[in-house]
């Protein structure tokens, strides 16, 4: 704490800051790394497609949960036991997944992957807060938003590119060497403090199961409802109602206790609630485009996972030239301006695929990936420095948990919601075209004997035979455009999440981190 004080932290704090950093890059890494290489996986372990998503959910969830508990298991066990112990946890657990054979083993062992790595987050967050000066608290923001945007986009590069050439175990192992580092800078820079057992009499365990048990099961709700169809469902009836009912004890107690797990009366400061806010609509497009992108490119330009994560290294790249410039820019201007700008350069970046067709493979997603990574290199420092401005430095470590909780479930909620857009748009695209695409149009019945000739130039000696390909290969061009239409869709609501999210910004009020903490 008492750098807070001091003009300038010293190397030894920085270390600590920059070590903090690799946790957090490589825990919200571990979020996408699998996205790409699904297919391989699911092969792996022998299970379908419908239930491939848990590998990344179930990691998800982990981080969700252990997230808000990690201000509070930190008090009890000491700051630097906690992340020491949850550094090494986090690659073994990790090494782990590359040994399981079925479903239920990776999902328990991503889970506990998720509950390690999910610690090191809010918790590289934390030292940034109380590790560093106010004047060097933007640069110390700027390295924490390079970990939770560029990690996101160059996830699936590296779990495409591993799973292509050495399969799909070696994802699992690249967290390795990155911990041991972390693990061993940790150690040698963090002072040790004394555990508070005691804290353990006065936990908030109501507030702690409630939580746990809620966002677990809306969690699971936001996962497997667009697949059973939503509430025509019993089971996710059932679901919804106990994730609404231990959610809503959840924020009764929060808000009732004397000791709250999660200080949730902190949103009611004007800039840390609209920070908050900002920060989930931001994680919505965040994670949304970084699930959709590769759904695309999978399913109607048959990429590979190789493929795929060049593609989105776009977005990653520019990224790394940018974000350390940010610190400087929040010096000069307004953080609410620059965040605004950022914000708006990302939705017109979604904005730009909302025409797709069926020639939009890679190479012309090249302009709007760079100019998302342009404004994705605005976005977050401003945001955090805007949300944590008020914070006092005992509140730094329950608001961390908070806005990385909450930015990481609107990811959680932005992907269900877009792949349930995309699946509703997708039928309503199809249903239109399918009306206008019938025998009664001349234009149908010359294609679909052209398509008939070819048939039969082609070994389909039965006329009737060689018609009925035609109606089923014209029925295929009819969903693949309905289906392009449904990802134009989706990229439509990000981009109009992210206007909103633009425009409430502005409504905060300029704080001392506004406009750069050096300048104030």
């Known amino acids: 704490m008492a750098a807070a004080q001091t003009s300038s932290a010293s190397a030894r704090e920085w270390i600590a800051v920059l070590a903090g950093m690799i946790g957090a890059f490589m825990a919200i890494l571990n979020i996408q790394i699998t996205n790409a290489s699904l297919l391989d996986i699911e092969g792996g372990i022998g299970t379908g497609v419908d239930n491939g998503a848990w590998i990344s959910t179930s990691y998800l969830i982990g981080e969700i949960v252990v997230i808000p508990l990690t201000a509070y298991f930190s008090s009890v066990f000491s700051f630097r036991r906690y992340i020491l112990a949850n550094s090494i946890l986090f690659p073994l657990f990790s090494i782990a997944c590359s040994f399981a054979h079925d479903l239920g083993t990776m999902i328990v062992l991503r889970g506990l992957q998720g509950f390690a790595g999910g610690v090191l987050i809010p918790m590289a967050f934390t030292m940034v807060l109380t590790k560093l000066p106010k004047n060097q608290q933007p640069l110390g923001l700027a390295i924490f938003a390079l970990s939770v945007t560029f990690a996101p986009a160059i996830g699936p590069t590296i779990g495409g590119y591993l799973t292509e050439n050495y399969g799909w175990q070696t994802i699992f192992y690249i967290n390795a060497l990155p911990s041991a580092i972390m693990a061993v800078a940790l150690a040698a820079t963090l002072d040790p403090s004394p555990m508070r057992l005691g804290l353990l009499k006065e936990g908030d365990w109501f507030g702690i199961v409630t939580m746990t048990i809620g966002l677990a099961a809306f969690q699971t709700v936001l996962e497997e409802g667009n697949k059973d ?14 994730a609404a009912v231990f959610l809503g004890a959840f924020i009764w107690i929060e808000l009732t206790v004397e000791k709250p797990l999660v200080k949730l009366r902190l949103l009611a400061q004007r800039n840390f609630g609209i920070g908050v806010m900002v920060n989930v609509l931001v994680g919505i497009a965040l994670f949304g485009t970084v699930y959709i992108l590769p759904q695309y490119l999978g399913q109607v330009q048959r990429y590979n996972a190789e493929q795929i994560g060049y593609v989105l290294a776009w977005t990653g790249l520019p990224q790394l030239l940018l974000i350390p410039l940010v610190p400087i820019l929040m010096k000069r201007f307004d953080a609410r301006y620059i965040g605004f700008v950022g914000i708006s350069i990302f939705a017109a970046s979604c904005f730009l695929n909302i025409y797709l067709s069926a020639d939009n493979a890679g190479d012309q997603f090249w302009i709007p990936n760079i100019i998302r990574a342009i404004g994705q290199a605005l976005v977050l420092t401003p ?27 609107g990811g959680a909620v932005g992907t269900a919601s877009l792949g349930t857009i995309l699946t509703k748009r997708e039928q309503f695209h199809s249903n239109v075209i399918g009306q206008s695409v019938t025998m009664a149009r001349d234009e149908v019945r010359l294609r679909v004997d052209t398509l008939t000739g070819y048939f039969m130039s082609h070994g389909v000696t039965d006329k009737a035979q060689a018609t009925k390909q035609s109606i089923v290969a014209l029925g295929r061009v009819v969903r693949k455009q309905a289906l392009i239409m449904g990802f134009s869709d ?22 001392a981190a506004g406009g750069g903490a050096g300048a104030h």
Not at 231 to 239: A, E, G, R, W, Y
Not at 389 to 404: E, F, H, K, Q, Y
């Open 229 to 242: 169809d939503w509430f025509s469902s019993p089971f996710i009836v059932k679901l919804s109602i106990l």
């Open 383 to 409: 945001i955090t420095a805007i949300t944590t401005g008020g914070i006092a430095p005992a509140d730094a470590a329950a608001a961390s948990g908070l806005t990385n909780m909450l930015r990481n479930l």
């Open 490 to 511: 989706t990229f439509a609501v990000i981009g109009t999440v992210l206007a909103i999210a633009a425009l409430a910004l502005l409504l905060a009020k300029r704080s």
